[in-house]
């Protein structure tokens, strides 16, 4: 949702937008229809000086206990992009000032500068479909991970379930739920499987992941 201090709304959804993308100087390019109000708001901004928030949810696409993996909050400002993006459709920029996640790895800033300069996560494109693969045809392998846990090990079980959290090319992140689906205890926590490198597209990422089951038969 693109936030803007005193725009009010009807209707929450006005304010999500229908695309966006990240251009190479690192501001954000946001696609809405051309009477939503943000548009009407930095179409009559001057100068671009129209403060924003771009606030962005995370949700685990499988079904876990606490499915936001994570949030962001892009602050800066609003201008109207000139051009047609589509009929109907107005593009807004939003120049990054700041820039805040808070996520399965902490809470931290993030430099616009680096957020600029970072490259797609190969898997990023992929990993809805990876996640859902790996829970509904690989579910006993990813069981089975809980043997590589070491001191964590203790905290888990056979009898866990177990589901794939999050993918990126450094490693696979899985949630156990202690006893187990349908079991009246209700204690989770997260553990990550590192790779012995960065996998650079699906093909690696199949390589990485046999050797990671094959290391629970160890």
């Known amino acids: 949702m693109l936030l803007v201090p005193g725009l009010e709304t009807p209707r929450p959804e006005q304010l999500s937008p229908e695309a966006r993308s990240v251009g190479r100087d690192g501001d954000v390019h946001l696609v809405f229809p051309a009477d939503s109000p943000a548009v009407r708001a930095a179409t009559h901004a001057q100068d671009g000086d129209l403060p924003a928030v771009l606030e962005i949810t995370d949700v685990a696409p499988v079904s876990v206990p606490n499915r936001i993996r994570g949030r962001a909050w892009l602050s800066g400002w609003i201008t109207i992009v000139p051009g047609v993006v589509e009929p109907g459709r107005v593009m807004v920029r939003l120049e990054l000032g700041e820039l805040a996640v808070d996520d399965l790895w902490g809470a931290e800033g993030v430099d616009p500068d680096a957020f600029a300069a970072a490259a797609p996560d190969p898997l990023a494109e992929y990993e809805t479909e990876l996640l859902q693969h790996l829970h509904s045809g690989h ?80």
């Open 139 to 218: 579910g006993d392998q990813v069981r089975r991970l809980w043997r590589l846990l070491g001191e964590q090990r203790a905290a888990a079980g056979a009898d866990d379930r177990a589901v794939p959290l999050a993918l990126d090319r450094f490693g696979l992140r899985v949630r156990f739920t202690r006893g187990g689906e349908g079991s009246l205890v209700d204690r989770s926590f997260d553990a990550r499987f590192e790779f012995p490198e960065p996998v650079r597209d699906v093909a690696g990422l199949r390589r990485a992941m046999h050797r990671l089951f094959d290391a629970t038969e160890d």
